[in-house]
Structures are given as structure tokens and as C-alpha cells.
């Protein structure tokens, strides 16, 4: 049995803080799960996968947000509870959904995951989801650690089913990664199947009908603040002149804070975990005892800026500071030496904590940039696409591993933005401009986003070359699959999606699919591929190795050294490919065996044949 299926109440054990709210979906009756994989969140998903046959509960990967929202929500509306993970930009994806669904609201609990991700450890950007709250009227709920995690999400689902609305549970990556004791509650029964009620002039969601819905809505407001007042998740501890409020991780760095600069007796601290609606009493309650506020938040300004109004609209008198020059900033995390100076500081007591160790004189580590894996069949099919149209083309990518491909010497990608966009920014600058345009997407976030995108470029008649990297799995976040994954290894049963059936259904009529380690027929087809006047598409098609590897699927292969004698130095392997199990030794070109996993592109690539598979 999976360990977070174990019914057995108190029992403790250590957890991610993504497994905590696994747990305490399980705990609270999930019977319909959705996602689409993202760090920070996909190890929630990735449970839910290991354990949903046994678990009782139904659960998929949604080819996007969007669509799993929506899936989760026909739960919800039907009367059977779920849940949606995803990270902070899939929150984008959602959005479309997630504004109208607030409208109509769901008839079992209804948890939405949004996992930001300050300091942007795997994003490409680090919005503040906080404004989703605000701009779609849903109530928020931030934990502090394991424990809250767990059992915030058994609340949420209450809250949810109280207000008939879905709710946002908001992390952030180091929450979702850190680890902690959990205790366990009980499991409650999973009701597995609903009742959809026909009420067209409840959800369909005609202008006439919606009317009455944002009123609806706005009167659930008043019901969820009235319910964020009384939450235990709210609390003013202390009962100092020094007022600080915060939320989330930095809950934890304030209370380390306070008590190692001994100002526990000094400070008021007002902590908001159902940290929307904003329990505006309580506000008023702490700001009338206070002489002095600061607000310690990560990312945007957004509980300074309502406490502000707050205080504006009581007629309180008081300093609130927050995010301002020689305070705390809007880039980035917080770490809890940060938050204790900028606490001191801001108070004026003397931070005595020890000082970071003096590192003067020792030298800085060596880089180790993100580089794709050895044998990764990325790497070869840039190398094709990079000799056939040279140093000059014009490469937008995408999200996923293959964005790796930016760094020297294959510098195959010069813009990204988000899911799906490589393809129609190919159309932008393809039409903008007379330069040569090789965009790249994964098969994950074709699947995603990528497929409107083509669509329009085939309709448009635009001219550029779309290269599919096809490695049979969502590599980035964890070999998570997708409908173009054949599932038979992993026992579930799904159906299979020809990528290149759906790519001539688009209406594209020049399609190649290739094996990217052979590289001669690569290079014949990025060749076929610039030759071609129109949209051409190029599926680069061979499993990603570590996948592979985990299916047992991996092809029993030798790794190759370099023959010495025949090695003239050439280096067109490291130049070109720059493969990390590649290196220069004494001058001499070598292979780590260790890491070499035999793909055979650098024997392919070397001009004097002296890569050879070890005989041992």
C-alpha cells in the first residue's frame, strides 16, 4: 500500500510538503484529480499517479490547466470532490475558466493548487498569484509547513463546500519542497460518483445569467470574510507595541526572527493563513495596538497594500512599511537572515546573530550550468538543424528540457516566452522578417499549446520550420506522460496519439519524422526542410534516455572512448555537441564511460572515425 493510503490516525511521518497535500486530499475524500505537471507542484500529481488505482479515486494528466480545471470543475458542479494542481503560469492557462467558474460556483469541495515560485527556480517568470484571489473573488488559503499543508487542505475542501466555491491553497516552492513530521487524520469515504442537475440558468453562463451570478458571488464574499474573521488560520500573537504581519514561508523566518533577536515581548504578530478575503476586524483590532507595522511578504506588496487601505478607511493612524528601499524587495525569496536583519533594522535593536563565515580569498566553485544529459536526442537534432542552416536562423523554443539548448556551442534558442508560444512567435517573426526560422517545441507542450499555434500558421500560410522533439514523455518535470505517451508500460490504459497524424491533420502537408541519432538522415531532413517553401515539420522522434531506462525500454548499449592513435584533435565532439561526458584531459580528447550511455552521435560526428564502443 502507498505510504499516504495508510488509515491510521496520529500516526506521524515524515513528508515533502508536496506529499502532505496528497495526504490531505486523500484525507478529505479526493475522488476526481487533475493536473498538468509543474515544479513546484508535480510531486502532488506524481502521487496521486502511484497511487489513484488502489487509492479509489480517479486521476489523469490533463493536456493542459485549462483543461484540467475544467475537468475538476464538471466534478465539483456534479457533486463528487477534486482537485486541480498546478503552478503559478499554468494559473494563466486556467484563467479563462477560473473567472467564469467563480460564477458559478461548484456543489462538492473544490481545491485549486498554485504553486509560485519566487526566485523563479524553474519559471520564467515569479508573478504573485495572490491577485488571482483578488481578481476572480475566490477565497485564498497559505500554509506554513508540512503539518498546515496537510491539514489546511482537509479545511479547504470544507471551506469550498461551505461556500459552494472553489479554493485556492497557495504555496511556494520552498513550502511545496521543504520537509516535515505530518500527523495523520482520518480518511473519510470518497463519494465517487455525482448527480449532474440540469440548471441552464445557473451555468450557462449567457450574459443575462451572469448578471446574477457576480451578485451571487459578491454575497458569498461577504460570507467567506465574515468566515476568515473566525479562522484559526488567522492569529495575532503577542501583544507588543511592534506590529509585524506576514503569510506563508515567511511566517517561519519571522518567528525564528523574534526570537533570536529577543523582542518576543516587543512585537505583535499578525499572521494570515486564510489570507483572503483579508479578515478586515482583526486588521483593525491589530493596527489599533500597535505603533508601527511592518509587512514581511514575499514578491508583490499585496497585504500592504490592503492593510493600507484598511487602515486609511478606519482613519488609523499608523507607519506601515513593507516594500521600500532599505526594506525588502520585490525580486526574489526571502531567507531568514534577510528577514531578521531587515526586522532589526526596521526596529532598531542590534542584530547579534553570528556572523556568515569569512570566505575571503577562497575561490569561487566552477560554474556547472544546466547542460542536456548525455545521449539526450535533443542534442543530436540540433546538431543537424545547426549544419544544414548554419549560425544565422532564427530559433524560438519552448518550455521544457529542451530550452537547455540555449547555452554554447548549439545556442539553439533565442526566444521563449511560455507554453506553446514558440510556434506562434515563428509566425511573428517569420512574417517580420527575411531571416531563416527553425522553432522548437517538445511533444508534452505541443500537445499543450502548440497545436492552435500551428493551426493558424498553416491557415496564414506562413513560412518557417517547426521541429517537434519527440522523446515520449514530459522529461522536465519528472517523465510525467502525456496523450502522445504510450502508457502500457506504466500499466494504465489510454489512448495514443499519433503526433504525426494530428500534425497532417492541421493541414501541414510537409512532414518528416526522423530518428535524431542517426544524424545523416537528420541533416537530410533539416536539408528537406529548408528546401521546402511553406510550413515544414521535422518530429524528432527517439525516447528520452532516462525515461527509457526507468520503462525498461533503454537499448543495451556499450559507452565509446577515443582511439588516441587515430584522434587528430579535431573537436568537433566537444565544439559541436559539448555532450558532458565528453572532456580534455592533458590535451587529449577523452569519454567518461560512466556517463557515456553508447548513443554513437560523436562517433557519427568525428571526422577521423576515432570513436569507438569499449570492448569490455
Given at each position: 500500500?502507498?505510504?499516504?493510503?495508510?488509515?491510521?490516525?496520529?500516526?506521524?511521518?515524515?513528508?515533502?510538503?508536496?506529499?502532505?497535500?496528497?495526504?490531505?486530499?486523500?484525507?478529505?475524500?479526493?475522488?476526481?484529480?487533475?493536473?498538468?505537471?509543474?515544479?513546484?507542484?508535480?510531486?502532488?500529481?506524481?502521487?496521486?499517479?502511484?497511487?489513484?488505482?488502489?487509492?479509489?479515486?480517479?486521476?489523469?494528466?490533463?493536456?493542459?490547466?485549462?483543461?484540467?480545471?475544467?475537468?475538476?470543475?464538471?466534478?465539483?458542479?456534479?457533486?463528487?470532490?477534486?482537485?486541480?494542481?498546478?503552478?503559478?503560469?499554468?494559473?494563466?492557462?486556467?484563467?479563462?475558466?477560473?473567472?467564469?467558474?467563480?460564477?458559478?460556483?461548484?456543489?462538492?469541495?473544490?481545491?485549486?493548487?498554485?504553486?509560485?515560485?519566487?526566485?523563479?527556480?524553474?519559471?520564467?517568470?515569479?508573478?504573485?498569484?495572490?491577485?488571482?484571489?483578488?481578481?476572480?473573488?475566490?477565497?485564498?488559503?497559505?500554509?506554513?509547513?508540512?503539518?498546515?499543508?496537510?491539514?489546511?487542505?482537509?479545511?479547504?475542501?470544507?471551506?469550498?463546500?461551505?461556500?459552494?466555491?472553489?479554493?485556492?491553497?497557495?504555496?511556494?516552492?520552498?513550502?511545496?519542497?521543504?520537509?516535515?513530521?505530518?500527523?495523520?487524520?482520518?480518511?473519510?469515504?470518497?463519494?465517487?460518483?455525482?448527480?449532474?442537475?440540469?440548471?441552464?440558468?445557473?451555468?450557462?453562463?449567457?450574459?443575462?445569467?451572469?448578471?446574477?451570478?457576480?451578485?451571487?458571488?459578491?454575497?458569498?464574499?461577504?460570507?467567506?470574510?465574515?468566515?476568515?474573521?473566525?479562522?484559526?488560520?488567522?492569529?495575532?500573537?503577542?501583544?507588543?507595541?511592534?506590529?509585524?504581519?506576514?503569510?506563508?514561508?515567511?511566517?517561519?523566518?519571522?518567528?525564528?526572527?523574534?526570537?533570536?533577536?529577543?523582542?518576543?515581548?516587543?512585537?505583535?504578530?499578525?499572521?494570515?493563513?486564510?489570507?483572503?478575503?483579508?479578515?478586515?476586524?482583526?486588521?483593525?483590532?491589530?493596527?489599533?495596538?500597535?505603533?508601527?507595522?511592518?509587512?514581511?511578504?514575499?514578491?508583490?506588496?499585496?497585504?500592504?497594500?490592503?492593510?493600507?487601505?484598511?487602515?486609511?478607511?478606519?482613519?488609523?493612524?499608523?507607519?506601515?512599511?513593507?516594500?521600500?528601499?532599505?526594506?525588502f524587495s520585490r525580486l526574489y525569496e526571502f531567507d531568514p537572515g534577510m528577514v531578521r536583519g531587515t526586522?532589526?533594522?526596521?526596529?532598531?535593536?542590534?542584530?547579534?546573530?553570528?556572523?556568515?563565515?569569512?570566505?575571503?580569498?577562497?575561490?569561487?566553485?566552477?560554474?556547472?550550468?544546466?547542460?542536456?544529459?548525455?545521449?539526450?536526442?535533443?542534442?543530436?537534432?540540433?546538431?543537424?538543424?545547426?549544419?544544414?542552416?548554419?549560425?544565422?536562423?532564427?530559433?524560438?523554443?519552448?518550455?521544457?528540457?529542451?530550452?537547455?539548448?540555449?547555452?554554447?556551442?548549439?545556442?539553439?534558442?533565442?526566444?521563449?516566452?511560455?507554453?506553446?508560444?514558440?510556434?506562434?512567435?515563428?509566425?511573428?517573426?517569420?512574417?517580420?522578417?527575411?531571416?531563416?526560422?527553425?522553432?522548437?517545441?517538445?511533444?508534452?507542450?505541443?500537445?499543450?499549446?502548440?497545436?492552435?499555434?500551428?493551426?493558424?500558421?498553416?491557415?496564414?500560410?506562413?513560412?518557417?520550420?517547426?521541429?517537434?522533439?519527440?522523446?515520449?514523455?514530459?522529461?522536465?518535470?519528472?517523465?510525467?506522460?502525456?496523450?502522445?505517451?504510450?502508457?502500457?508500460?506504466?500499466?494504465?490504459?489510454?489512448?495514443?496519439?499519433?503526433?504525426?497524424?494530428?500534425?497532417?491533420?492541421?493541414?501541414?502537408?510537409?512532414?518528416q519524422v526522423v530518428n535524431p541519432m542517426q544524424v545523416k538522415k537528420g541533416i537530410e531532413a533539416a536539408?528537406?526542410?529548408?528546401?521546402?517553401?511553406?510550413?515544414?515539420?521535422?518530429?524528432?522522434?527517439?525516447?528520452?534516455?532516462?525515461?527509457?531506462?526507468?520503462?525498461?525500454?533503454?537499448?543495451?548499449?556499450?559507452?565509446?572512448?577515443?582511439?588516441?592513435?587515430?584522434?587528430?584533435?579535431?573537436?568537433?565532439?566537444?565544439?559541436?555537441?559539448?555532450?558532458?561526458?565528453?572532456?580534455?584531459?592533458?590535451?587529449?580528447?577523452?569519454?567518461?564511460?560512466?556517463?557515456?550511455?553508447?548513443?554513437?552521435?560523436?562517433?557519427?560526428?568525428?571526422?577521423?572515425?576515432?570513436?569507438?564502443?569499449?570492448?569490455?
Amino acid at each position: 500500500m502507498h505510504k499516504l493510503l495508510i488509515d491510521s490516525p496520529d500516526e506521524e511521518m515524515l513528508l515533502l510538503g508536496n506529499d502532505a497535500i496528497a495526504r490531505g486530499a486523500i484525507e478529505a475524500g479526493i475522488a476526481v484529480a487533475t493536473c498538468y505537471p509543474g515544479t513546484p507542484s508535480s510531486e502532488i500529481p506524481d502521487n496521486f499517479f502511484a497511487m489513484f488505482r488502489e487509492g479509489g479515486f480517479y486521476f489523469e494528466y490533463s493536456t493542459n490547466e485549462k483543461v484540467a480545471l475544467e475537468v475538476a470543475a464538471g466534478a465539483a458542479i456534479s457533486g463528487i470532490r477534486s482537485m486541480c494542481t498546478m503552478k503559478h503560469v499554468g494559473m494563466n492557462v486556467a484563467s479563462d475558466t477560473l473567472m467564469t467558474l467563480a460564477y458559478l460556483g461548484v456543489n462538492a469541495g473544490m481545491v485549486i493548487i498554485n504553486a509560485d515560485d519566487p526566485l523563479m527556480f524553474s519559471s520564467q517568470n515569479e508573478q504573485d498569484n495572490r491577485y488571482y484571489a483578488r481578481l476572480s473573488g475566490l477565497p485564498m488559503m497559505e500554509p506554513i509547513n508540512a503539518q498546515e499543508m496537510k491539514d489546511m487542505t482537509v479545511a479547504a475542501f470544507d471551506l469550498s463546500e461551505q461556500l459552494k466555491l472553489p479554493v485556492v491553497l497557495r504555496t511556494t516552492t520552498r513550502l511545496n519542497h521543504m520537509r516535515g513530521v505530518v500527523k495523520f487524520g482520518q480518511i473519510r469515504q470518497i463519494k465517487s460518483k455525482g448527480f449532474f442537475k440540469k440548471d441552464p440558468f445557473h451555468y450557462v453562463a449567457l450574459p443575462a445569467v451572469s448578471r446574477n451570478l457576480h451578485k451571487v458571488l459578491l454575497e458569498k464574499y461577504d460570507q467567506a470574510l465574515e468566515l476568515s474573521e473566525n479562522s484559526e488560520y488567522n492569529q495575532i500573537i503577542g501583544n507588543g507595541k511592534w506590529g509585524i504581519v506576514t503569510n506563508g514561508v515567511s511566517m517561519d523566518y519571522v518567528q525564528d526572527a523574534v526570537n533570536d533577536l529577543g523582542i518576543g515581548d516587543k512585537v505583535t504578530i499578525l499572521r494570515l493563513g486564510f489570507s483572503y478575503p483579508m479578515p478586515e476586524n482583526m486588521i483593525v483590532k491589530f493596527l489599533t495596538n500597535v505603533e508601527k507595522v511592518l509587512v514581511v511578504e514575499e514578491l508583490e506588496p499585496v497585504m500592504e497594500n490592503d492593510i493600507r487601505s484598511i487602515a486609511q478607511a478606519k482613519e488609523i493612524v499608523v507607519p506601515i512599511k513593507g516594500k521600500e528601499k532599505g526594506l525588502f524587495s520585490r525580486l526574489y525569496e526571502f531567507d531568514p537572515g534577510m528577514v531578521r536583519g531587515t526586522i532589526a533594522s526596521y526596529f532598531g535593536v542590534p542584530d547579534t546573530s553570528p556572523k556568515p563565515v569569512d570566505v575571503t580569498g577562497i575561490p569561487d566553485l566552477p560554474g556547472r550550468p544546466p547542460n542536456l544529459c548525455a545521449g539526450c536526442p535533443h542534442r543530436a537534432m540540433y546538431y543537424a538543424i545547426k549544419q544544414v542552416y548554419g549560425p544565422d536562423a532564427v530559433h524560438p523554443s519552448d518550455i521544457g528540457c529542451y530550452t537547455l539548448g540555449i547555452l554554447p556551442p548549439l545556442k539553439m534558442a533565442d526566444i521563449v516566452i511560455c507554453m506553446g508560444a514558440s510556434i506562434g512567435t515563428s509566425c511573428g517573426i517569420s512574417k517580420a522578417t527575411d531571416q531563416k526560422v527553425v522553432s522548437f517545441i517538445g511533444d508534452s507542450t505541443f500537445f499543450h499549446a502548440g497545436i492552435p499555434a500551428l493551426i493558424n500558421a498553416v491557415h496564414n500560410n506562413h513560412k518557417f520550420t517547426l521541429v517537434i522533439l519527440d522523446n515520449g514523455t514530459t522529461a522536465m518535470t519528472g517523465n510525467q506522460p502525456h496523450p502522445g505517451v504510450d502508457t502500457t508500460p506504466m500499466g494504465v490504459d489510454t489512448t495514443q496519439i499519433s503526433i504525426e497524424s494530428l500534425v497532417r491533420g492541421c493541414g501541414v502537408e510537409h512532414v518528416q519524422v526522423v530518428n535524431p541519432m542517426q544524424v545523416k538522415k537528420g541533416i537530410e531532413a533539416a536539408q528537406a526542410s529548408k528546401d521546402f517553401d511553406g510550413i515544414s515539420v521535422i518530429i524528432s522522434k527517439e525516447l528520452c534516455p532516462l525515461y527509457a531506462r526507468s520503462i525498461k525500454k533503454a537499448k543495451k548499449v556499450r559507452p565509446f572512448y577515443v582511439n588516441q592513435d587515430k584522434c587528430k584533435q579535431h573537436l568537433d565532439c566537444i565544439n559541436l555537441l559539448a555532450c558532458p561526458a565528453m572532456y580534455i584531459d592533458d590535451g587529449k580528447t577523452m569519454i567518461n564511460e560512466v556517463l557515456c550511455i553508447g548513443c554513437t552521435v560523436c562517433a557519427q560526428v568525428c571526422p577521423e572515425n576515432a570513436i569507438l564502443p569499449l570492448k569490455k
